[in-house]
């Protein structure tokens, strides 16, 4: 691993995870991911102030490993994906965080066409050449969203009490990125 590495960088979505969990019947989490991504960025170690991250995510790649429910969750009942295609992220601003292995990114997530200001911490992993010659860049981290907040309102209640999905929802982002080359 060498030391955080200055440029600007693409994801890799072969080697990085867009999720998130979800209460389900009050009791359990449904995890699940969106597996077609693509994402840019700037990383500035000297000043994370000029540092910045864009991400489009295919609202359709949404799997939680049950058919039917992906179905559902594709629907004008969730996330109306005929109409609304996109996810979308785009940072507004990036600082240092806790320690000198963190970064606070705020930024504006669109879904449903409803773009909220989102803050979340990013931990790097750090930096390091892989067989191939790319410097590559890991990040992690999540944040938790109010699914409401962006018009996703669907719900049945259950005889016991409560909701079928619970509001809060926790995304996750797993980050590799590959420093792109002059030219690039």
Same mark, same amino acid.
């Given at each position: 691993?060498?030391?955080?590495?200055?440029?600007?960088?693409?994801?890799?979505?072969?080697?990085?995870?867009?999720?998130?969990? &979800?209460?389900? &019947?009050?009791?359990?989490?449904v995890?699940?991911?969106?597996?077609?991504?693509?994402?840019?960025?700037?990383?500035?170690?000297?000043?994370?102030?000029?540092?910045?991250?864009?991400?489009?995510? %295919?609202?359709?790649?949404?799997?939680?490993?049950?058919a039917?429910?992906?179905?559902?969750?594709r629907s004008?009942?969730?996330?109306d994906?005929?109409?609304?295609?996109?996810?979308?992220?785009a940072?507004?601003?990036?600082?240092a965080?806790?320690?000198? *292995?963190?970064?606070?990114?705020?930024?504006?997530?669109?879904?449903?066409?409803?773009?909220?200001?989102?803050?979340?911490?990013?931990?790097? *992993?750090?930096?390091?050449?892989?067989?191939?010659?790319?410097?590559?860049?890991?990040?992690?981290?999540?944040?938790t969203?109010?699914?409401?907040?962006f018009?996703?309102?669907?719900?049945?209640?259950?005889?016991?009490?409560?909701?079928?999905?619970? %509001?809060?929802?926790?995304?996750?982002?797993?980050?590799? &990125?590959i420093? *792109?080359?002059?030219? *690039?």
């Amino acid at each position: 691993m060498t030391t955080h590495t200055s440029g600007t960088y693409t994801v890799d979505p072969t080697h990085s995870r867009f999720g998130f969990i &979800a209460r389900h &019947a009050m009791v359990t989490k449904v995890r699940g991911s969106f597996n077609a991504f693509e994402g840019s960025g700037i990383f500035d170690a000297d000043n994370p102030a000029n540092s910045s991250i864009c991400v489009d995510i %295919e609202a359709t790649s949404i799997e939680t490993g049950n058919a039917d429910r992906d179905r559902h969750l594709r629907s004008n009942d969730f996330f109306d994906m005929d109409r609304y295609p996109k996810i979308q992220f785009a940072s507004t601003s990036v600082s240092a965080g806790r320690d000198e *292995n963190t970064y606070r990114v705020v930024g504006d997530l669109t879904i449903k066409d409803v773009t909220r200001s989102v803050d979340l911490e990013l931990e790097m *992993n750090g930096t390091a050449t892989d067989p191939y010659g790319n410097v590559r860049l890991g990040l992690e981290g999540t944040t938790t969203i109010n699914r409401k907040d962006f018009g996703v309102t669907w719900n049945a209640a259950l005889e016991t009490g409560g909701v079928l999905v619970g %509001e809060k929802i926790v995304l996750e982002f797993d980050i590799s &990125a590959i420093r *792109n080359t002059p030219g *690039n």
